[in-house]
């Protein structure tokens, strides 16, 4: 776990509270692309949304991460084993799992030894798939206020990782067979306090913090609490998921 880039661990509570969950149309479109339905390996779990969101679909789940502190905030279920466990070497048999799944994650990992790792335990016909998501519509005036607290406010506390997201994972290697898929979205709603509740799990919010010892957040709130108008009114707010689904030849 040496180049374990661990960005997360130290928020992992809030992590878990604002973090969001997938749509159960991205799991049922998945499960219809694999053979068997015997086991799934969920890897960079975080807090195991995506793992839950398997179990339907799934006799068993094994959801990794390499932080035990995000582990510790995982929601139990009986179908679902959480392992701290790296995604580069993962403990599970070769050619043994059905599906493998990243979500919002695979932009931290080392390419290459993950690849290796996903080819050794994924069946031949296995599939592999990882989303993300980043800035939502909510309406034209907030999504411009967020751009400019991303862009502006937040320009030097991003990773360097993150411009695969903005590039809608598209120059992420993907060295498997891959498979056209229909486009998902998360749909929510959500009342600013909320909504702010999710901003605190950015990375780059977090950094802001431990550096500046200030909260972001709070520089720009009454510029988007007037947009918004009551911090209580729930608003509709749509993310865009790009995603990469292949096989394992």
């Known amino acids: 776990m040496s180049n374990f880039k661990d960005h997360f661990s130290r928020f992992s509570k809030t992590y878990a509270n604002g973090r969001l969950r997938y749509p159960p149309e991205l799991f049922t479109y998945l499960s219809s692309l694999t053979n068997e339905h015997e086991l799934a ?62 979500g919002i994650a695979l932009h931290w990992f080392d390419f290459d030894l993950f690849y290796t790792e996903v080819k050794r335990v994924l069946k031949k016909g296995g599939i592999i798939a990882a989303w993300a998501y980043f800035l939502p519509t909510i309406s034209l005036e907030i999504d411009l206020i967020l751009k400019n607290f991303t862009e502006k406010t937040l320009k030097a506390f991003w990773k360097p990782e993150i411009r695969f997201i903005h590039e809608g994972y598209r120059t ?78």
């Open 41 to 102: 390996w969920d890897c960079g779990t975080g807090n195991g949304q995506a793992a839950l969101g398997l179990q339907e679909n799934y006799t068993k789940i094994v959801a990794t991460d390499p932080s035990p502190e995000q582990i510790a905030n995982c929601s139990p279920s009986p179908k679902i084993t959480y392992l701290v466990e790296a995604a580069e070497s993962s403990t599970l048999s070769d050619g043994s799992v059905d599906i493998v799944t990243i």
């Open 172 to 249: 992420i290697p993907f060295p498997f067979e891959e498979i056209t898929t229909p486009d998902f979205v998360i749909q929510k709603r959500m009342s600013l306090e909320e909504y702010i509740e999710h901003m605190y799990t950015w990375s780059a919010v977090q950094f802001y913090m431990k550096e500046k010892e200030s909260s972001p957040v709070e520089v720009i709130y009454e510029e988007l609490l007037a947009a918004w108008g009551s911090p209580e009114t729930k608003k509709e707010i749509i993310w865009k998921m790009p995603i990469r689904v292949g096989r394992n030849k």
